[in-house]
């Protein structure tokens, strides 16, 4: 008897691996993908209190009071 696997196993398994990676590799970049979004959000919220810190300093100015 002989103990190669038939060609249409070999060919299952290959796809089998094939779409084990891409399932893989699609996890990986969803995940870059939310970090990124995630520091993305984060200097989003830095910005917004610089501006507002800004805003309130321009805001103090003592010309606005003479």
Do not use: C, K
């Not at 209190?49 to 009071?65: A, I």
């Amino acid at each position: 008897m002989d103990a190669t696997p038939s060609p249409l196993l070999r060919s299952l398994s290959l796809e089998l691996t094939l779409v084990v990676g891409a399932l893989l590799a699609a996890g990986y970049f969803t995940l870059r993908l939310i970090q990124a979004v995630e520091r993305l959000a984060a200097a989003t919220e830095r910005l917004a209190h610089e501006s507002d810190e800004l805003t309130d300093s321009v805001n103090r100015w003592p010309w606005q009071w003479l």
